[in-house]
């Protein structure tokens, strides 16, 4: 089994900075591509970053320059550190891996989510 937990959610005022992190542990021998989404009520879960084994990164065009993606390969973590908070990232965030356990299946893994509340 693997397992993703995030970490780091919570309330913050307009223009502030909050740090997720997620943490993948278990049956892994590998992840690929680790990325963040979010979801806010009553809408579709949407990509915000991807970041690749290597660092090669993708933005969502409403986070750019604001939100920064990035991972530490050696402990199996994806960060996204966001700045300048706008009340409409108010969301739940979840933390996605795609992950070769020990099955030998790339399979896709999610976290349980972590709420980012903005107030204005």
């Known amino acids: 089994q693997v397992q993703l937990v995030e970490s780091g959610g919570g309330l913050v005022q307009a223009g502030g900075s909050l740090r997720l992190s997620c943490a993948a542990s278990?049956?892994?021998?590998?992840?690929?591509?680790m990325g963040w989404y979010h979801q806010a009520p009553g809408k579709q879960r949407e990509l915000v970053a991807t970041i690749t084994t290597s660092g090669s990164t993708v933005h969502a065009d409403p986070v750019k320059g604001r939100f920064t993606i990035s991972r530490d390969n050696a402990k199996n973590t994806v960060y996204l550190q966001m700045n300048s908070l706008k009340p409409e990232d108010t969301a739940v965030y979840y933390c996605?891996?795609?992950?070769?356990?020990?099955?030998?299946?790339?399979?896709?893994?999610w976290g349980q989510g972590t709420q980012v509340t903005v107030s204005s």
């Open positions: 996605n891996g795609r992950v070769l356990d020990y099955s030998v299946v790339l399979k896709n893994y």
């Open positions: 278990g049956s892994i021998v590998s992840i690929s591509t």
